[in-house]
């Protein structure tokens, strides 16, 4: 647990951050989005999106996919 002072301001009540749900918006989230999951062995040639992105457009470039 944190050991630092509670900044929760006071115009949130307890009861308003406890009433929240967890999740609550997920399938919504994950309507509008495209996630893959790089295996670890492939961090370093894809280190982020822009290079996935990149290698799947020379991908679909060479093989007259798009």
């Known amino acids: 647990m944190n050991n630092e002072k509670d900044t929760l301001r006071p115009e949130y009540s307890e009861d308003l ?8 918006y997920i399938h919504r989230y994950q309507a509008g989005t495209n996630i893959v999951m790089i295996e ?14 990149h290698a799947l457009r020379e991908y679909a470039k060479e093989n007259q996919l798009s």
Do not use: M, T
Not at 17 to 24: E, L
């Open 17 to 24: 951050i406890r009433s929240g749900q967890r999740g609550k």
């Open 40 to 53: 670890p062995d492939r961090h370093r040639i894809f280190p982020n999106a822009e290079a996935v992105n």
